[in-house]
């Protein structure tokens, strides 16, 4: 059993506490889907000792520009450990594919929400099929090589209908529904939409995929 620890939009007081070994000690590696600020990704990192993926939201982007300017990736960004850089021992993901070297897991990352006032790190749905179009050469990369596409897709925003709200800045992309489709990933974890009833559905499936919002904190527990 691999667990992942999964954070995203607000800060756990569960996750940001003194016994975060006791209660997270056995995760493999922790994901974060976006708005929460770094120096809380290094907290994890510094108390687990574990790797951590993340991508941008549409808050907390006070560092958005050391990886992205004019909405193009920076060259040396993509997949990059910036421990050198004091980005707290976190490896940015935000328009990427890499491998957990410990478990193998094949992981895809897709940050920004649907664009609705023009800020930053958001995108039209044609704009996010561009970022997806763009990855094709790895993905059938890693389906030669490892068999399958991909397993893990990070996003800040959930896909289209699922999960997502009838408002433009927490509507879905329809281009999330796609990739799933055609690549089947066997997990999309997603934040952006927040968890106010304890009630509230976490997961749902779409064709083979388990899409789980993972709002402030959610472990999720994967079969080898």
């Known amino acids: 059993m691999i667990k992942v620890l999964c954070v995203s939009d607000e800060i756990d007081s569960l996750v940001y506490s003194e016994n975060i070994k006791e209660r997270y000690g056995d995760i ?16 994890i990192v510094s108390s687990l000792n574990k790797p951590l993926y993340f991508v941008f ?17 920076n060259e040396f960004a993509t997949g990059y450990s910036f421990l050198t850089k004091n980005y707290y021992g976190s490896t940015y993901i935000g328009s990427t594919l890499v491998r957990d070297k410990k ?3 094949l992981l895809m990352g897709l940050g920004g929400s649907y664009t609705y006032n023009n800020g930053k790190n958001q995108y039209s749905d044609s704009q996010m099929y561009r970022k997806i179009l763009g990855h094709i050469p790895k993905l059938i990369y890693y389906r030669i090589r490892y068999h399958r596409w991909i397993d893990i897709v990070v996003t800040h925003a959930p896909p289209f209908g699922i999960h997502d709200k009838e408002d433009r800045c927490h509507r879905g992309f329809k281009a999330f529904l796609w990739l799933m489709r055609v690549f089947k990933p066997a997990y999309l974890v ?27 904190s959610h472990v999720l527990e994967i079969d080898r």
């Open 28 to 43: 493999s590696f922790v994901l974060g889907a976006g708005d929460l600020p770094l120096r809380y990704y290094g907290f």
């Open 57 to 73: 939201g549409n808050h907390n982007l006070k560092h958005l520009s050391d990886f992205i300017k004019d909405g193009t990736e």
């Open 103 to 105: 478990t193998g897991l």
């Open 190 to 216: 997603h934040g952006h939409v927040h968890l106010l009833d304890l009630n509230e559905k976490r997961e749902g499936l779409y064709h083979e995929t388990r899409v789980v919002n993972v709002f402030k």
